[in-house]
């Protein structure tokens, strides 16, 4: 029986006499190589379809199936043989290496297409095929298909100059190849495993496996045919999961997704800026939807297999997270795509992540990756993911309240070491994110603030998106972790990261907003209580401080605010208040006495020959509780009377002529900084009214400072040079030379080494050309130094860009960064913060701007104030009066035994008959 007789028979023969066709046909393919093709074909077109399709697996595939795998490969072998034997033979552009490398090819293009018929025909049975029926050919087909995308993608190496040549055959095979894909695909999606037992879990497994090798191999070949092979995945561990979840190896599976998923960011994100093109239009388009079907795949995958992430490295997954966050909004390296582009990342990729990070917030690992204190380290990635880890870290804030209290606990009040390093909670975990994106909170990113119906109603910026996600976050946080909040809050206000501390110092706010008029209390008199103790080391965290407390102060209660002033009369807390409010309290009176104690303090400062360390502390928060009421002030006028105003420049002036030289030791240097800076930044506010001999002598002081003197008290003499814009010079002797420093000063500023100096020396200059009147100073200020002209020239540029897309020195936001984090490893001992920081602050605070301010929050109700207010029951209303009379009695008693004691001093007799005037009026 030979095969060319069996070529014409029918479907009816072969059904008839198969059983006698199959061993001969067999046997055929075992002796004769030539008609082995011919033979496979017909077994596996002709025979399988005639075989009831139980008997398929006994009858066919147990032998022909490896058989057809063993034959494959050897001819695979032999085209490599005759490769090497023509090429050491130099005839590789014969004919018959041509023709005898087209036969092999042939050949192996007619055994896939013959098994791709045979798996067409399997999978078109309506109620499926089971596993036990076919156990030998999926093994079979995914050998065929790995060797075969393999050889196609590594022939144009093989085979050097003839591929040319042959490219038409590789053509044929790679397109039997996924014709074969296509139809096993199919095939999978209706396959039934009935008995599952060890055996096919083992060998359902084995193809997962082997479906995850080949796309690897065919990844950077087809992109169609790699997208089609992890959905064939994807459905497999689906539907199959009961009998998978226990043997399937799901995280070498989800690693491989991972790597695959991080090669295809990495060809995106470094993709030449002008070839992104909206996703439509170009390959671009076609290379996002892939990785969003992808992030679909990984989230089915952990969805269905989460039980078993328990016991698996998690750290592709979270790297992975990291990647993709990294080039969408508000990454920086966002900024190259187009927002057409942007728009299609966030809608294909970025909204996958959160579902993503939902099936992750209760794993253990993912909680030990996020709160440990070096990443980078964990990771072996130093490649500075601020960023995406800081929303990474705002995304779980938000999903943690609808998890266990169990789950919030682990994240909130983690173990100390676990797993042998230590590990910070998600609220510090959040700030420390914020520290390191110092770049990203100063360029100008928007993002979409609330999302409905899928359409963003609001843009905002980085900043507000922050604050906006952790108050909420605080909103939920449970009762008993509450203390990790407040020292989270705390040691944030107090550092010395701008961010930081203004994030610490908006949240803070919203708190004592939302919470009771008795919890404002409390906290505004601990920190009172503890600014008071900063005085002993001036800092930035004094600073942050008073900021904070000044904010609290207008929401605490009309009472409340009443007994903290009281409770600090006389103290350097007083100066930190905002005196709209802290004047309607308490009048002109306080006022006049700081001032006085001032002039006390000037009266020793002048009259001693040793400048002991705690005058100096005394007067710089004397100075600072000045500039402090001048800037709770409309105009100079609401603040000092016109006296005053001359007896305090003299007195400044006076200070600043008495001043010891700063070159003895570091302590003395850092002393006499803080008094000059303290002095210069009061003297500012009144440098209008000042006389222009008196201008000239200031000035002159800053001109012998300025070639030695210290970072911070440039910056004050900038603020000096700033405020000189609105004075009108009157024509005397004095003009000539007060006219001939200005320049010279800001020339010197303007041409500082220090860039972040240099930066605010230009916008102080910028808004000194706007307003003086005297513009041959502008002129002269530049001079004759190029150098200076350009740079002024680039800035101004810069800053009247367009609004919609300004250009950004990120180069100079990157050397603010390490100047700001080199300055913030330092000491308190090492350092002296002009108490200014406040006024640079609240240039942008609606709360205490005092120009054009909105008006303020209102202030909080104490709870019996509420009682009081809502209680309809006379009965109530008596009972809240006896209270109160009963407090009001404890405290004129406690008054009574202090008086008996010591002497009352004169403020205390005053507040006594103001308190009078008061009991006599309810009288």
């Not at 490769?83 to 041509?98: K, P, Q």
């Not at 991080?262 to 060809?267: A, I, V």
């Not at 209270?883 to 006594?912: Q, S, Y």
């Amino acid at each position: 029986m030979t095969l060319l007789n069996v070529a014409g028979w029918s479907q009816q023969d072969f059904a008839l006499r198969w059983k006698t066709l199959l061993p001969c046909l067999i046997m055929n393919i075992d002796e004769d190589r030539e008609s082995m093709t011919d033979a496979l074909r017909i077994i596996y077109t002709s025979i399988v379809p005639v075989i009831p399709v139980e008997d398929l697996e006994a009858s066919v595939f147990s032998d022909v199936c490896e058989k057809t795998k063993n034959h494959f490969a050897a001819i695979l072998d032999l085209l490599v043989q005759v490769l090497g034997v023509h090429r050491e033979a130099e005839d590789l552009e014969t004919g018959s290496c041509l023709s005898e490398l087209n036969t092999l090819l042939q050949v192996l293009t007619g055994i896939t297409a013959s098994v791709a018929d045979c798996v067409e025909y399997v999978s078109r049975f309506e109620n499926g095929v089971s596993l036990e029926s076919i156990r030998s050919l999926p093994s079979c087909v995914l050998d065929l298909m790995a060797a075969s995308f393999a050889h196609c993608k590594n022939s144009r190496q093989m085979y050097g100059q003839m591929f040319r040549r042959v490219s038409d055959r590789l053509s044929s095979l790679f397109r039997a190849t996924r014709q074969l894909q296509s139809n096993f695909s199919a095939l999978m999606e209706g396959l039934k495993v009935l008995n599952a037992s060890e055996e096919e879990v083992d060998e359902l497994c084995n193809v997962i496996q082997q479906l995850c090798d080949i796309c690897e191999t065919v990844s950077d070949v087809d992109v169609k045919v790699t997208v089609a092979l992890w959905k064939t995945i994807s459905r497999l561990s689906s539907q199959h999961r009961d009998v998978l979840i226990h043997q399937l190896n799901i995280e070498c599976l989800l690693t491989q997704l991972c790597h695959y998923m991080s090669l295809s960011c990495d060809g995106f994100a470094h993709t030449e800026p002008n070839a992104l093109l909206p996703s439509d239009s170009g390959s671009q388009g076609k290379a996002i939807k892939i990785i969003g079907f992808q992030m679909r795949i990984l989230v089915t995958l952990i969805t269905e297999y989460r039980d078993q992430l328990d016991h698996i490295n998690i750290s592709p997954i979270y790297q992975l997270i990291i990647q993709i966050k990294g080039f969408l909004p508000p990454s920086l390296a966002a900024w190259k795509f187009a927002p057409e582009v942007c728009e299609e990342l966030v809608r294909h990729v970025g909204i996958g992540l959160e579902p993503l990070i939902t099936c992750l917030v209760d794993h253990m690992g993912f909680l030990m990756i996020n709160l440990d204190r070096d990443p980078d380290v964990l990771l072996n990635d130093a490649s500075g993911s601020g960023i995406s880890r800081l929303m990474t870290l705002l995304t779980i804030a938000q999903l943690l309240p609808s998890q266990s209290e169990e789950v919030q606990s682990l994240w909130l009040e983690p173990p100390d070491n676990l797993e042998g390093r230590w590990k910070q909670s998600l609220v510090d975990a959040i700030f420390f994110g914020i520290s390191d994106c110092y770049v990203e909170l100063c360029v100008p990113v928007s993002l979409p603030n609330v999302i409905k119906n899928g359409v963003p109603q609001v843009q905002m910026s980085l900043y507000e998106y922050v604050v906006t996600r952790l108050c909420t976050f605080v909103v939920t946080f449970p009762a008993e972790h509450f203390t990790i909040l407040e020292n989270c809050l705390l040691r944030n206000v107090l550092s010395r990261r701008h961010h930081c501390s203004m994030v610490a110092i908006d949240v803070w706010c919203f708190l004592a907003r939302c919470g009771s008029a008795e919890l404002c209390r409390d906290h505004c008199t601990f920190l009172a209580s503890l600014f008071q103790e900063s005085r002993r080391a001036p800092s930035a965290e004094h600073c942050h401080l008073a900021l904070l407390i000044r904010r609290l102060f207008r929401l605490m209660a009309p009472e409340h605010q009443s007994e903290l002033v009281s409770k600090f009369a006389g103290s350097e807390v007083i100066g930190v208040l905002p005196f709209d409010v802290a004047a309607i309290l308490n009048g002109q009176n306080m006022v006049d006495a700081i001032v006085k104690d001032f002039f006390k303090s000037m009266e020793r400062w002048t009259s001693d020959d040793v400048k002991s360390v705690a005058d100096a502390k005394s007067l710089v928060f004397q100075l600072s509780t000045l500039t402090n009421i001048r800037r709770s002030s409309a105009v100079i006028e609401d603040a000092f009377s016109p006296t005053q105003q001359c007896n305090l420049a003299s007195q400044c002036v006076t200070l600043l002529s008495v001043l010891p030289s700063a070159d003895k030791t570091d302590a003395h240097r850092r002393l006499f900084c803080a008094v000059v800076s303290a002095a210069l930044l009061f003297l500012s506010h009144l440098v209008v009214c000042l006389r222009n001999r008196s201008i000239f002598v200031l000035l002159q002081f800053c001109d012998c400072l300025l070639p030695s003197c210290e970072d911070i008290i440039k910056l004050s003499i900038l603020e000096v040079l700033g405020e000189l814009a609105a004075k009108t010079f009157d024509p005397d002797s004095d003009q000539n030379l007060v006219f001939r420093l200005i320049p010279k000063l800001f020339s010197a500023l303007l041409d500082d080494d220090n860039v972040i100096l240099r930066q605010v020396a230009l916008e102080t200059f910028k808004n000194f050309a706007k307003k003086t009147k005297h513009e041959t100073l502008v002129t002269e200020s530049l001079g004759g130094n190029e150098k200076i002209r350009r740079d002024f020239t680039k800035y101004m540029q810069r800053t009247t860009s367009s609004h919609n897309k300004p250009e950004v020195d990120l180069e100079l936001l990157r050397v603010q960064s390490a100047a700001v984090g080199s300055w913030c490893c330092l000491s308190n001992e090492e350092i002296w913060i002009r108490d200014d920081s406040l006024r640079m602050i609240d240039r942008d605070d609606p709360e205490t701007r005092t120009d054009n301010r909105e008006d303020p929050p209102a202030p909080k109700r104490s709870k019996i104030a509420k009682e009081i207010d809502d209680s309809d029951s006379a009965d109530k209303m008596e009972e809240s009066l006896q209270a109160a009379v009963d407090r009001l009695d404890d405290c004129i008693a406690a008054v009574e035994n202090i008086v008996r004691l010591r002497a009352v001093p004169e403020w205390g007799t005053r507040r006594l008959a103001e308190a009078k005037k008061r009991l006599d009026s309810l009288l």
